[in-house]
């Protein structure tokens, strides 16, 4: 995995986001979303991802457009993630859009090095995931959740139901004490994903400074 590096390379908080190459071109302007929403330092860390749908998928499932499916790749990237965050002596969130949302959710459930996740418009419609979460116990202490009011109308049958599950995510998190937020934006999942991105890392941040 390539890794680029924004912000303070030595900064004690490190954002972590998995990212594909369409992401890396507004990656600049959401670091600078974020610098200008929090006043703090921190190191955005942008780790590329090889294959969005083998690499982030948390176990293997159809596919819901297209003819490729999930291979379920997730615990081998975070398993090369965790390596990047050894050190003790800093602060880590892991965020990112989409299915990077949704893997950042999942890491959660099975590391406990994150202290918050910035999850922008998740892919809550992964099958399966919702039963997840309810059978497992979440081990970071900030989650923000966020979907574009349009997403839910999508005519893909299976895209449709994110809607009712991103809510019901966020009252299983509820429920069992967790601080999160769900937080609706303009427009369908394809609009202002490096803005929607920078509000949900943002938002981590300031929590954690309360």
Excluded at 113 to 123: K, L, Q, R, T
Excluded at 175 to 182: A, P, S, V, Y
């Amino acid at each position: 995995m390539k890794i680029y590096c924004y912000g303070n390379p030595e900064a004690d908080v490190v954002l972590v986001q998995l990212v594909d190459e369409y992401e890396l071109e507004n990656i600049e302007r959401e670091n600078k979303n974020i610098t200008e929403e929090y006043k703090g330092d921190f190191c955005l860390a942008a780790v590329k991802v090889n294959d969005w749908n083998m690499d982030l998928s948390p176990w293997k499932a159809p596919a819901v457009f297209g003819r490729e499916g999930f291979g379920g790749g997730a615990q081998k990237t975070l398993d090369e993630i965790t390596k990047l965050c050894s050190d003790k002596t800093k602060t880590y969130i892991i965020g990112g859009y989409s299915l990077a949302g949704l893997f950042a959710l999942w890491a959660a459930y099975n590391t406990d090095i994150f202290s918050g996740v910035a999850a922008a418009s998740p892919s809550m419609w992964f099958p399966g995931f919702i039963d997840y979460m309810k059978e497992k116990e979440i081990l970071s202490g900030k989650i923000y959740l966020s979907l574009g009011d349009r997403e839910e109308k999508a005519k893909n049958p299976v895209m449709s139901t994110v809607g009712s599950r991103i809510r019901e995510a966020y009252t299983v998190l509820s429920e069992k004490g967790t601080d999160c937020i769900l937080e609706w934006n303009e427009g369908n999942h394809f609009r202002d994903a490096d803005i929607r991105t920078a509000k949900a890392f943002s938002w981590v941040l300031r929590r954690m400074n309360k």
